[in-house]
């Protein structure tokens, strides 16, 4: 795409130049190309599709309010027509809203791939998706089997009145495994996400073998586990949990838009939140992460939010009205489903920081308590409380890891947990998933093992 899109960048400034001038508006032109091919493999059926969606959204900033269209028609007379009711849709609005304007930049940013996904023969694919498959249908509890295969190839081009001139190009890979056993009239269904920024590599990254043994060691948690005790322990998270924790948990209340509706940690900035060893950041450039990216959906520059600096609530993530609105530096943080929306506050890459601890120091003490492997989502309220299930369980008793556990939940709140973390691991770990919120958009978040006392444990008495 970047040579068509290129042939017609000229034009579009000088649209955008005209519009902005007579009209004294911000205008931003977001235009994307995404390549796809995906591969959904269940009991029943095998679905192979391939396509291209391309399209343009349009914004235009007036008297404090947005104006936004969206169209998958890039004839250069079509967006101008565009533009012209993104401005008359601003107008209708009126608000009092500002916006950060940014200096003038030229950038083409490729981001780095291994194997192109496009270059890789579909069979090839379908082959390794049938492959892991198989292997986890051979367990006889096992009653069904859902592989979802998708590889993304976008090319971003972004076009401000304020002389950003941006073009982006980057791979996502993603695989999504969905399990569902019985065993003596005890039905469970558990999950694992894969993914790669660098293209066809997933199975590179992870053999079939250890694909199979990460998602059936959670099946066979559930199906053959004991339950867990109700109370308060002592329990180690495992990166999965602490990526689930200060994403689903934590993260949501620290983007400006939910923050400033009264979020639990609004009015707590400079505030200690959490306990000195907690250091939370949102990531824009770690390697092979999924929020990795040096502009955002508004042209921004992105740069790591530091959420929480050793227990201290320092910032949140904001987009360009945020950032204006807070007197904030802007986080690069607006990222859009595709041109069809606009961009949302969003997070990137979700990290608790690594400090110093060994895993074997963390649980040496603990007499009982849980060690929580694998996350099945979670949810927090504005006011922080949450609940956390958990897919993946063990418990720990005097200072090993004793019985796998199922049907495990925790809940409590968020600040509570952040002040009871004691101990913080050297290690390091993201996951890949995808973040709902209106719009569905690729996340990473993830963290070391951490012990945290005190968790609320949801079970029998």
């Not at 959204?57 to 998958?72: E, H, K, L, P």
């Not at 993603?174 to 996400?193: I, K, N």
């Not at 948690?221 to 322990?233: A, H, S």
């Amino acid at each position: 795409m970047k040579e068509e899109v290129i042939s017609i960048v000229d034009k579009l400034e000088k649209i955008i130049e005209k519009y902005s001038k007579s009209e004294k508006a911000f205008i931003d032109i977001r235009i994307e190309e995404t390549w796809f091919n995906s591969i959904e493999k269940t009991i029943e059926d095998l679905r192979v599709r391939e396509g291209v969606d391309v399209g343009a959204a349009i914004r235009a900033f007036i008297n404090g309010s947005w104006g936004f269209i969206s169209t998958q028609n890039l004839d250069i007379k079509n967006i101008e027509e565009c533009i012209k009711n993104a401005i008359k849709i601003a107008k209708a609005r009126s608000g009092e809203l500002k916006i950060v304007e940014v200096d003038p930049l030229r950038d083409y940013v490729k981001y780095p791939v291994s194997i192109k996904p496009e270059d890789v023969d579909p069979e090839v694919k379908v082959r390794d998706i049938l492959e892991l498959f198989n292997t986890i249908k051979s367990r006889d509890y096992v009653k069904s089997c859902t592989i979802t295969y998708t590889d993304d190839k976008i090319c971003k081009v972004y076009i401000s009145s304020d002389g950003r001139e941006i073009i982006q190009e980057m791979y996502y890979s993603y695989m999504r495994v969905s399990v569902s056993g019985f065993r003596e009239g005890f039905h469970t269904t558990v999950v694992d996400s894969k993914g790669s920024r660098y293209g066809y590599t997933i199975f590179k990254k992870w053999s079939i073998e250890k694909l199979s043994n990460i998602v059936l060691k959670k099946l066979e948690c559930q199906l053959f586990g004991t339950l867990p005790k109700g109370g308060r322990f002592t329990v180690i998270m495992a990166p999965d949990v602490v990526g689930t924790f200060v994403h689903e948990i934590f993260g949501h209340l620290a983007e400006a838009d939910i923050t400033m509706s009264g979020s639990v940690v609004k009015d707590l900035k400079n505030c200690k939140i959490g306990s000195d060893l907690v250091t939370i950041v949102d990531n824009c450039d770690i390697d092979d992460g999924f929020g990795t990216f040096k502009y955002d959906d508004e042209g921004i520059r992105t740069r790591n939010a530091i959420l929480v600096e050793n227990g201290v609530f320092r910032e949140v993530m904001v987009d360009r009205v945020y950032a204006a609105s807070l007197n904030q530096e802007p986080t690069g943080n607006a990222r859009a489903e595709s041109f069809r929306v606009a961009p949302l506050i969003r997070m990137r890459n979700t990290i608790l920081l690594p400090r110093d601890s060994k895993f074997e120091e963390m649980i040496r003490d603990i007499k009982f308590g849980y060690y929580l492997v694998s996350a099945r989502g979670g949810q927090a309220n504005i006011d922080g409380t949450f609940q956390v299930g958990i897919q993946e369980a063990y418990e720990i008793v005097n200072g090993e890891i004793g019985r796998p556990v199922r049907n495990m939940s925790i809940s409590g709140n968020v600040l509570e947990i952040l002040k009871n973390i004691t101990m913080v691991g050297k290690d390091l770990e993201i996951d890949y998933g995808l973040c709902g919120k209106g719009q569905i958009v690729y996340v990473s978040a993830g963290g070391p093992h951490i012990k945290v006392e005190n968790v609320q444990v949801g079970g029998y008495v």
